[in-house]
């Protein structure tokens, strides 16, 4: 059974750091391109950033967050991070990540196969 679970969420001040992971079971990320996304509360859901698979050295920045959101992987652990620097109070949402079969690097949520439940991020003094 594929699962992708979500960490790292928290309650921080504006201009603080978090640093999220997305970890997955039955499936190595390796081989998928994952994105981060986010939805606030009454707002729909917004492509964050995305990594191209292993073989696929692309990634991609929502322009609200260039700058200040560094996404990576470590294949050892079969993980996805999102450092997030700099944040501010409407960066606060649920952060999701998901993972994409397809070449390349997408901020098209249809496009992904698999989901995890979401972390909360939230940021206010």
């Known amino acids: 059974q594929v699962q992708l679970v979500e960490s790292g969420g928290d309650l921080v001040q504006p201009g603080g750091s978090l640093r999220l992971s997305c970890a997955a079971s039955?499936?190595?990320?390796?081989?998928?391109?994952i994105g981060w996304f986010r939805q606030a509360p009454g707002k729909e859901r917004e492509g964050v950033s995305c990594?191209?698979?292993?073989?696929?050295?692309?990634?991609f920045y929502a322009d609200s967050v260039k700058g200040r959101f560094t996404i990576s992987r470590d294949n050892a652990k079969n993980a996805v991070f999102l450092q997030m620097d700099g944040l501010k109070p409407e960066d606060t949402a649920v952060y999701y990540c998901?993972?994409?079969?397809?070449?390349?690097?997408?901020?098209?949520?249809?496009?992904?196969?698999?989901w995890g439940q979401g972390t909360q991020v939230t940021v206010s003094s």
């Open positions: 998901a993972a994409d079969w397809s070449p390349g690097c997408t901020m098209l949520a249809k496009k992904y196969d698999y």
């Open positions: 039955g499936l190595s990320l390796f081989d998928y391109a």
């Open positions: 990594i191209g698979s292993s073989s696929d050295r692309i990634t």
